[in-house]
């Protein structure tokens, strides 16, 4: 009896699990919207976790702020908050003494040398526009290969299509020439050329598993989608001109949008001030807002005015865990891969890309933070798509357009009252046992604080649903 019974339940779940497939194949393939950049590795975690969900993406390649045409061939500090300005000719001249600084890396310099030797980067009139077409293949590359080896999770699910697009340039440059990671030398043994057609805004290819490349139109992104999803995990610097125009037609098919950035209010900050000659930034203000904050304020803009059909979620910089590990004593630690091995492992997006282009990454010798900030917007997003509840915590954001400040608060307040709240939780006071940098620090948190009610100017917040996470100690993430 037992095993009639047996059978007849596998009956019923297969044929669920194909009434699931013909439910799938007769509706649009959700899109996600990414926003991206190569500055971190954890936008290529997010990629392999979307590429697990069946969705298709558009992956948005977007650009540091030196690629803009300026004079400025001397870096300059800006004032509080604004970062610096810099041409890509000042950039690639801090490249090259840096490199010639370090000790000897046999073939990865040679390559690096080999890719960088070209009549294009001596030209003034022609740098910036080839460092974009550099960036350019270089993103695609990495992010094809993420998608490409990513394993599918469920037997039920096909893979969707990868779109890569071409972004804009950033307006705002928040670190110095000298403070700046160069991506062309970690990266440089995954370096290919793509040769694409074009790489004007806007312009979108799919690449196969040879890297081939094929020129899709906007259209065949965009057209019939119901479902799409919109991940804030880089730069707004891409919305303008046609790539705004198409997300506003398709307003009404957003079923959620996830901002990886900004800080509590209510909690002591894990994000730096602004350090003289290297980083120049408020402290609330994150990176992905404050990029391009002019687009930031005008995406939110846009999707708030159908706020009540699209909501919002947001993953504070608070939200994310270190996975920094160690090995050795107190006075002789060592940096080791355990953390980030175990979390792509335990979180299910391990594969040989992402180990090699993490490791490159991580033990580069720019000692890079070691956090997947963009793998919890997206582990959210995808948990989101797949119907599952979201347990946010209805909070305030509070945004501007000059400085890129983005600030959380669990209540209603006036942004003098929410600024009050967040630097009280900061401990300005220096003594005498201080070291150097920590009382550097303290000094520049002290005078942010002094200049921000008068610098900054921010009226009423917006809705959203702030998102939390927790980790186990095998590295595996989930929502609280």
């Known amino acids: 009896m037992f095993t009639r019974i047996d059978t007849e339940i596998s009956k019923c779940r297969n044929r669920l699990n194909l009434l699931r497939i013909e439910a799938n194949l007769l509706l649009p393939t959700p899109l996600i919207i990414s926003t991206g950049d190569i500055s971190d590795v954890d936008g290529f975690y997010a990629l392999a976790k979307y590429a697990q969900s069946g969705a298709d993406v558009l992956f948005i390649m977007n650009y540091p702020a030196y690629l803009n045409p300026t004079n400025y061939n001397v870096c300059e500090e800006l004032e509080l908050g604004l970062g610096f300005r810099y041409n890509t000719a000042a950039y690639l001249k801090t490249c090259n003494n840096e490199l010639n600084n370090l000790p000897d ?48 999770l469920d037997g039920g699910i096909e893979k969707g299509r990868l779109f890569l697009c071409i972004g ?18 970690v990266y440089v043994d995954f370096f290919q050329m793509l040769n694409l ?34 991940d804030f995990n880089g730069s707004m610097a891409f919305y303008y001109d046609i790539l705004r125009t198409k997300i506003l037609g398709c307003r009404g098919s957003v079923k959620g949008v996830f901002i990886m950035g900004g800080v509590l209010s209510y909690e002591q900050p894990r994000t730096m001030p602004k350090i003289k000659g290297e980083l120049n930034r408020f402290s609330c203000a994150t990176m992905n807002q404050l990029y391009h904050p002019e687009n930031t304020e005008l995406f939110l803009r846009d999707i708030y ?29 060592q940096k080791t891969n355990e953390g980030w091995m175990n979390f792509l492992r335990e979180n299910n997006i391990h594969s040989a890309h992402l180990e090699n282009i993490a490791s490159a990454f991580y033990n580069s010798h720019y000692n890079p933070p070691r956090k997947a900030f963009d793998f919890y917007s997206a582990f959210a997003l995808v948990e989101k798509m797949n119907r599952r509840h979201l347990h946010g915590k209805v909070s305030f954001m509070y945004t501007d357009t000059v400085y890129g400040i983005c600030m959380i608060s669990n209540s209603k307040k006036t942004w003098e009252h929410v600024a009050a709240e967040y630097y009280d939780k900061i401990n300005t006071s220096i003594n005498q046992h201080d070291s150097e940098f920590t009382m550097n620090m303290k000094i520049n948190f002290a005078n942010e604080k002094s200049n921000v009610s008068s610098m900054v100017s921010i009226g009423n917040p917006r809705i959203v649903q702030s998102l939390f996470f927790e980790m186990k100690t095998s590295y595996r993430i989930s929502m609280k």
């Not at 960088?116 to 460092?131: F, G, K």
């Not at 804009?168 to 030398?185: A, M, Q, R, V």
């Not at 890297?211 to 992104?221: C, F, M, P, R, T």
Request: glycine fraction near 4%; include cysteine; aromatic fraction near 10%.
């Open 105 to 152: 890396q046999g073939k990865k310099l040679e390559k690096y040398k080999s890719l960088m030797n070209i009549s294009n980067l001596s030209n003034p009139d022609t740098q910036a526009d080839y460092v974009k077409r550099l960036f350019t293949d270089l993103g695609f590359v990495l992010a094809s290969k993420a998608w490409n080896e990513a394993t599918m």
């Open 168 to 185: 804009g340039i950033n307006s705002i440059n928040p670190f110095s020439d000298k403070n700046l990671k160069n991506e062309f030398y």
């Open 197 to 230: 057609d074009c790489y004007n805004h806007g312009s979108v290819y799919c690449l196969d598993n040879e890297l081939s490349n094929i020129h899709v139109s906007l259209d065949e992104v965009f057209n019939a989608r119901t479902q799409i999803y919109i």
């Open 305 to 333: 005015s159908h706020h009540s059909e699209i909501p919002i979620y947001v993953v504070t910089n608070n939200a994310v865990h270190d996975l920094v590990t160690y090995t050795g004593n107190a006075n002789q630690k």
